[in-house]
């Protein structure tokens, strides 16, 4: 047993001290979490105090050691020994404590191998520690120089260890350039926060080249302040902003607007220093602060330089620049975050003066992790699965079973073809049928399979033009092929052509820019900086295509284009080994017929067998021949599901010239295709078509796509992006309420290698994801809407999810994946109201109980219910669905047949299910729908609804009859039907709950 005398103690003790103030804060930080998480989590929080405690006494033994005269002893000095003991002893516990604390932090991506570094070389630090105390106390009893050697090489390696150990503990918490930032304070410079190609906000115009001037301070100016009114086709007073040669071209006064060299000349500055209200510009908003006058007169003065001087790849407005992944902000609070994302999140809220919300209790985590996850709600088994799980990681158990849901594809698909305008119709005035489903198939497959982003931007927008595409690939081009078609009889076909052309690059630009690009089809873009020029250079990478419709007459025309036969589930193996024994069918019947045509001949005429040299045996082969290739076709056929739209570029090249006005009929100077000037160049200088141009879209300099989709996530898990404008990204559009968080995000999507599900599994498994979503009045009064994510945010359920939660508290949802939309029933005589013979007819069986994803989209006429809960008609991509609260939806899930259909299949369940008695059943219906456990106030509310209503049905058997009569036929036969009928009225209320429809 190692002894350590008391006199050698007190410097340990000394050290020690200044810990336990920390100890007793992580003690009380810990206190509010659930029992069943505290151990777990206070064993990692308690790892980055107790570091430090080994760090100081090694580093303190290494110092006594080696600064002591020795004088030819060979022993270990007390101080250093005792210093090394307890040293020795934290380095284990701190190891020992850092398992926890990695899986709370939950790092990816190149933090995951800093954090393996830092694992490995503190348990490294441990082990030679233990050596070294080994060593020193059998060389403290011998005196001996060969032990007192390994000691002290131990202790100085052990001291290495720790080195390399603190330096990878400091770049996860503060960032790779931890060292660099410090080193920085300590010449007292600020360390730099972002990238060196990063332009400096506070550049003053005497600091900068002339054309650097333009770039940074002259620019952000005219196009937040001036573009709206003096760019495009009309310019106010016919003063045009956008280039320099209109610039300096006098307006309809004939004055000269900017005279370079002299401020005091340009009708530009007297106008924007003007103090006159009346003559002052801008005339709306805020006048120009001194600041800006003054940067636009020197700018002037020094001959009003443009656009040409600025660096490659720079631009003043951030959306332009390429995203730097920045170093996580300190926070006060170091027990609260779980990653970097928590962060940047806490860095803000405590700038606030506030704190973030307790973690919410496990029954809302699983439902909310469920509805965002999957779009479902969880069974009670699920959910008591969750709760009896108390083992360590159980949360981030339950994020990685639903990541892997085949659910999972279904929810996400939803999003994703709001944004690809996904129909079951061509649109227009007949707005006839289409077969797109293959597609929405697709989505839902490279979703689940976690297909990489990149691949599937390449695939969706050139998988047609890979070398030897597949067939999964051609189907994924069904993205472009979701554009209107106009089958009406007497339209001019090229119009409708460019139309879809003009379509594709708008919802290209929406989805993948985040930009309004669709602006610059008249014009040069009044915000924007994207010209005419810009906008039909992109138009002319997707006008190679072919034709969209055929021309059957005058009257008459039908969506055409490229098509390819579609198996069924996706079996495009089988249908090439298929296609394949076809082929060699054909070739043997050609062979027979080449070596047998007497025969075949006599065969017909029944003569065969008086003609020389043919036998039975011939006969029999023919036959056989002819029988196996016919069933080899049967097969084919039923293989078949539908012949898929997709994208196939046409075989003739065509020619796009740039439109006076944006107008088809007013073609003028022909352009080549291309990208946006004012954004970096394709790095393969590979002729520019769709393939390149997707290729673009998702390199790593390109600073939208990353941006604009982590964006897009975080929009779709807390209700609002960190752009809340999404589909805008420009300058007009709102600015980002946390810039580096979505920088840190973006650069983390491409650096793990575009996985959608590990950019959700990190935001899904941060602290700010999993705080409760109640409201304090501190939190009301100082962040109303929600921006600093102080508490989770709660808001109602999207259309389709609507939906999929009543269908799957009442047992109903039929779980099929894929296969072709159905018709759930909607209010008579809806489709009547448009021009077509086409009929909406209901789905019965299975299909009837489909999930909302699933339901026939006709672009005319939108299902009703859908249409109520702010669902888009997908005429055009849909970046972001409001959402609004309106009568109109509390009546459709009240009275829709539908919803009727689903609470009388809930209160069937809750008889079946739910025990003998009404307090049981009526405790089990609640649960199905809210995941939770109800009060006793809830339930005594709910069982005197149903007294009153069994009251009135036992009154009216007649009513209760009718009632009863909803649901699937047979279910619930041999219950009383008063019971039934005052259930359905129970589970009525239940589903139309707003926690019901609320995501919590």
């Given at each position: 047993m190692l002894v350590i005398p008391a006199r050698l103690t007190p410097p340990a003790i000394a050290l020690a001290a200044p810990f336990v103030p920390l100890a007793l804060f992580t003690t009380h930080a810990l206190a509010a979490e659930p029992l069943t998480d505290r151990l777990w989590r206070a064993s990692g929080a308690f790892h980055p105090m107790v570091v430090h405690f080994p760090i100081a006494l090694l580093?303190?033994?290494?110092?006594?050691?080696?600064?002591?005269?020795?004088?030819?002893?060979?022993?270990?000095?007390?101080?250093?020994?005792?210093?090394?003991?307890?040293?020795?002893a934290g380095a284990l516990l701190a190891a020992l404590l850092g398992w926890s604390s990695a899986q709370s932090a939950n790092y990816g991506g190149s933090a995951a191998w800093t954090l393996g570094v830092h694992r490995w070389a503190g348990i490294a630090a441990a082990v030679l520690a233990a050596v070294a105390v080994?060593?020193?106390?059998?060389?403290?009893?011998?005196?001996?120089?060969?032990?007192?050697?390994?000691?002290?090489?131990?202790?100085?390696?052990?001291?290495?260890?720790?080195?390399?150990?603190?330096?990878?503990?400091?770049?996860?918490?503060?960032?790779?350039?931890?060292?660099?930032?410090?080193?920085?304070?300590?010449?007292?410079?600020?360390?730099?926060?972002?990238?060196?190609?990063?332009?400096?906000?506070?550049?003053?115009?005497?600091?900068?080249?002339?054309?650097?001037?333009?770039?940074?301070?002259?620019?952000?100016?005219?196009?937040?302040r001036c573009y709206q009114c003096h760019t495009g086709a009309s310019p106010e007073a016919g003063f045009r902003l956008a280039t320099r040669e209109q610039a300096l071209t006098p307006g309809v006064s004939g004055k000269p607007t900017i005279v370079p060299g002299d401020a005091s000349a340009s009708l530009l500055y007297q106008l924007v220093s003007a103090t006159d209200h009346d003559r002052r510009m801008p005339p709306k908003g805020s006048p120009l602060s001194r600041e800006q006058v003054s940067d636009i007169a020197a700018w002037i003065n020094a001959g009003a330089p443009w656009h040409g001087q600025r660096p490659a790849g720079e631009h003043w407005h951030w959306a332009y620049r390429a995203p730097v992944r920045p170093n996580p902000p300190p926070v006060l609070d170091t027990t609260w975050p779980r990653g970097p994302i928590d962060h940047f999140i806490l860095a803000r809220i405590e700038s606030a003066g506030l704190s973030p919300s307790p973690q919410a209790d496990r029954h809302a985590l699983i439902r909310r992790l469920s509805l965002d996850l999957i779009g479902l709600p969880p069974s009670p088994p699920e959910v008591t699965a969750f709760l009896s799980d108390t083992r360590p990681g159980a949360y981030e158990r339950l994020v990685d079973r639903l990541l892997a849901s085949p659910h999972f594809g279904e929810r996400w698909a939803r999003v994703w073809l709001d944004l690809a305008r996904y129909a079951d119709s061509h649109g227009y005035e007949k707005d006839g049928p289409r077969v797109m489903w293959p597609y929405r198939d697709w989505v839902i497959d490279a979703l689940n399979d976690d297909l990489p982003f990149d691949r599937f931007t390449i695939e969706q927008l050139a998988g047609d033009l890979l070398p030897d595409p597949t067939g999964p690939q051609l189907v994924a081009t069904g993205f472009n092929r979701n554009t209107q078609t106009n089958e009406e009889g007497g339209t001019d076909v090229e119009e409708f052509r460019i139309d879809a052309v003009i379509d594709r690059v708008n919802t290209v630009g929406a989805v993948w820019l985040g930009s309004t690009v669709g602006c610059a089809q008249c014009h040069d873009h009044k915000n924007d900086p994207l010209t005419q020029r810009d906008y039909f250079r992109l138009l002319a990478i997707f006008n190679q295509d072919e034709l969209d419709v055929h021309v059957v007459s005058s009257t008459e025309k039908y969506a055409a284009g490229a098509m390819i036969e579609y198996p069924r589930a996706a079996r495009f193996d089988e249908l090439a080994d298929l296609n394949a024994g076809l082929a060699r069918a054909d070739a043997d019947l050609a062979r027979h017929a080449a070596d047998l045509q007497p025969a075949a001949i006599g065969l017909a005429t029944g003569r065969h067998a008086a003609l020389p040299g043919f036998t039975p045996d011939h006969a029999t082969a023919l036959s056989l021949a002819h029988s196996h290739r016919e069933q080899l076709s049967r097969q084919r056929s039923s293989l078949i599901a539908a012949r898929a739209l997709v994208m196939r570029r046409s075989p003739e090249p065509r020619q796009t010239r740039l439109f006076d006005g944006g107008s088809f009929l007013s073609p003028t100077e022909p352009v080549e295709p291309g990208l946006p000037a004012f954004l970096p160049p394709a790095t393969d200088r590979e002729p520019m078509d769709r393939l390149a141009f997707a290729r673009w879209l998702v390199e790593p300099d390109n600073p939208l796509t990353a941006r604009v989709t982590v964006n897009r996530i975080w929009e779709t898990i807390f209700g609002r992006g960190i752009v809340e404008t999404s589909e805008d990204f420009g300058p007009q559009g709102d600015p980002p309420t946390h810039p580096e968080l979505l920088d840190h995000l973006a650069a983390e999507l491409v650096r793990d290698g575009w996985s959608l599900k590990h950019a959700i599994r990190s935001i899904v498994t941060s602290a700010t994801y999993r705080q409760s979503s109640r409201v304090t009045p501190d939190h009301l009064e100082k962040d109303p809407l929600n921006i600093l994510l102080a508490r989770s945010p709660r808001y109602r359920v999207e259309a389709e999810m609507v939906r999929d939660i009543g269908?799957?508290?009442?047992?109903?949802?039929?779980?099929?994946?894929?296969?072709?939309?159905?018709?759930?029933?909607?209010?008579?005589?809806?489709?009547?109201?448009?021009?077509?013979?086409?009929?909406?007819?209901?789905?019965?069986?299975?299909?009837?109980?489909?999930?909302?994803?699933?339901?026939?989209?006709?672009?005319?006429?939108?299902?009703?219910?859908?249409?109520?809960?702010?669902?888009?008609?997908?005429?055009?991509?849909?970046?972001?669905?409001?959402?609004?609260?309106?009568?109109?939806?509390?009546?459709?899930?009240?009275?829709?047949?539908?919803?009727?259909?689903?609470?009388?299949?809930?209160?069937?369940?809750?008889?079946?299910?739910?025990?003998?008695?009404?307090?049981?059943?009526?405790?089990?219906?609640?649960?199905?729908?809210?995941?939770?456990?109800?009060?006793?106030?809830?339930?005594?509310?709910?069982?005197?609804?149903?007294?009153?209503?069994?009251?009135?049905?036992?009154?009216?058997?007649?009513?209760?009859?009718?009632?009863?009569?909803?649901?699937?036929?047979?279910?619930?036969?041999?219950?009383?039907?008063?019971?039934?009928?005052?259930?359905?009225?129970?589970?009525?209320?239940?589903?139309?709950?707003?926690?019901?429809?609320?995501?919590?």
């Open positions: 580093v303190v033994a290494v110092i006594f050691e080696f600064a002591r005269r020795r004088g030819g002893e060979h022993r270990p000095g007390p101080t250093a020994f005792a210093c090394l003991c307890l040293g020795a080994l060593a020193a106390t059998i060389a403290r009893g011998l005196n001996g120089p060969r032990l007192f050697n390994v000691y002290r090489v131990s202790l100085l390696a052990c001291v290495l260890a720790v080195t390399v150990a603190g330096h990878h503990g400091g770049t996860l918490v503060h960032g790779e350039g931890v060292v660099r930032d410090a080193l920085a304070i300590a010449r007292g410079h600020s360390p730099p926060r972002a990238s060196t190609r990063t332009l400096n906000a506070q550049q003053r115009p005497g600091d900068e080249t002339p054309g650097d001037t333009y770039a940074t301070r002259i620019e952000p100016i005219f196009v937040t269908l799957t508290a009442s047992g109903l949802l039929h779980r099929a994946i894929g296969g072709p939309s159905v018709f759930p029933p909607q209010p008579e005589g809806t489709w009547t109201q448009i021009y077509s013979g086409e009929q909406w007819v209901e789905s019965q069986g299975p299909d009837r109980y489909r999930r909302g994803l699933y339901t026939f989209i006709r672009r005319t006429s939108p299902h009703p219910s859908m249409v109520a809960f702010d669902a888009p008609s997908r005429e055009i991509t849909c970046t972001r669905r409001p959402r609004t609260s309106t009568p109109l939806q509390a009546l459709t899930t009240l009275n829709d047949p539908a919803f009727v259909e689903m609470a009388a299949a809930l209160a069937r369940r809750a008889i079946d299910e739910g025990g003998n008695d009404p307090r049981s059943r009526a405790a089990y219906a609640m649960k199905l729908c809210l995941a939770r456990e109800p009060t006793p106030r809830e339930i005594e509310r709910l069982l005197a609804l149903y007294q009153d209503q069994l009251n009135a049905y036992e009154s009216d058997r007649s009513a209760a009859g009718q009632v009863a009569s909803y649901g699937p036929a047979g279910a619930g036969g041999l219950h009383d039907h008063a019971q039934i009928a005052a259930w359905t009225i129970v589970a009525n209320v239940l589903l139309n709950l707003d926690e019901t429809l609320t995501r919590p």
